[in-house]
DNA sequence: TCCTATGTTGTATG
DNA sequence: ACATACAACATAGG
């Protein structure tokens, strides 16, 4: 579920619970979504009576700072966060809980596909500060849109998108999104873009960037009919032209454009 | 039963 | 070394 402006919001899940210390943590030690952690089973203890001071994100990744550790999370396909009251008994997709006094901070994912770290200040400081620049960020150049189409010149842009390294934050919808408002046909080669389509498509980025989490990264809010967004999801779909929507798999994602707007 | 799912990574291949 | 293509991961729901 969750892409750029849906983990803004899920990392403010937890906002309830700052400046409280942690009474417990717990976890399954062998659940997948821990399999970057060298001893996940040292984790609870490392957080233990540290006090909740910090929520940041990047992209899809999410920091949680605690006194002199810091959890970074991925929410992967299927992650949420929320805080449950304190009686909550944990259940079968909850793998992280973070026990405060007045709350408790869940990690919950059916599918395990998230992950989580523990770093401590070195690890903080090579990880989390060396991350490639957001696209709302002013260090995310059309220069620098220009070079990376360049060097994946041979994908369809809609794989492009969903490069992170480039485009933190990007997921499927908001590549559909980004691809729809540009005019460009998702299949067409990152490579074959003209300047004026690099220059066009580096302005939608960073306003669906923007917008999307304006109206989605603080209450969840609906995108307007205005948007690709609602119209999406499954077959029959119009665009807001009127035309039928296409959907079809594109650099082995599930993909949806208007043949009418988007034309290769 | 079969298909799909808002994501990433490891591996094979060119 | 670099880029590309795709299976694999695990679970629920239609």
């Given at each position: 579920m969750p892409e750029l402006a849906e983990v803004a919001y899920f990392a403010n899940r937890w906002r309830p619970g700052l400046d409280e210390r942690v009474r417990e943590v717990v976890i399954h030690p062998k659940a997948r979504v821990f399999r970057e952690l060298e001893r996940p089973r040292a984790m609870p203890e490392q957080l233990a009576?540290?006090?909740f001071q910090e929520i940041r994100t990047h992209g899809k990744q999410m920091l949680f700072g605690f006194e002199d550790r810091w959890l970074v999370g991925h929410l992967g396909m299927s992650g949420k966060l929320w805080c449950a009251p304190v009686n909550h008994r944990v259940e079968k997709h909850d793998h992280l809980v973070i026990r405060l006094r007045h709350r408790q901070l869940v990690f919950t994912d059916p599918r395990m596909f998230g992950s989580w770290q523990l770093l401590d200040e070195a690890a903080l400081d090579s990880l989390w500060n060396h991350l490639p620049p957001e696209v709302t960020d002013r260090r995310f150049t059309k220069a620098r849109l220009a070079a990376f189409l360049q060097r994946r010149a041979r994908r369809p842009l809609k794989a492009v998108l969903?490069?992170?390294?480039?485009?933190?934050?990007?997921g499927n919808w908001m590549a559909d999104e980004v691809l729809w408002r540009t005019q460009l046909d998702p299949r067409r080669l990152a490579g074959s873009l003209t300047e004026p389509e690099v220059a066009a498509l580096w302005k939608k980025l960073r306003l669906v960037c923007r917008q999307a989490m304006r109206i989605i990264g603080t209450d969840w809010g609906t995108p307007p009919r205005t948007w690709l967004f609602p119209h999406?999801?499954?077959?029959g779909g119009c665009c807001p032209c009127g035309a039928p929507l296409v959907r079809e798999d594109v650099g082995g994602r599930t993909t949806c454009w208007c043949p009418t707007c988007q034309e290769s």
């Open positions: 009576r540290k006090r969903l490069m992170q390294e480039c485009f933190p934050g990007i999406r999801w499954k077959d």
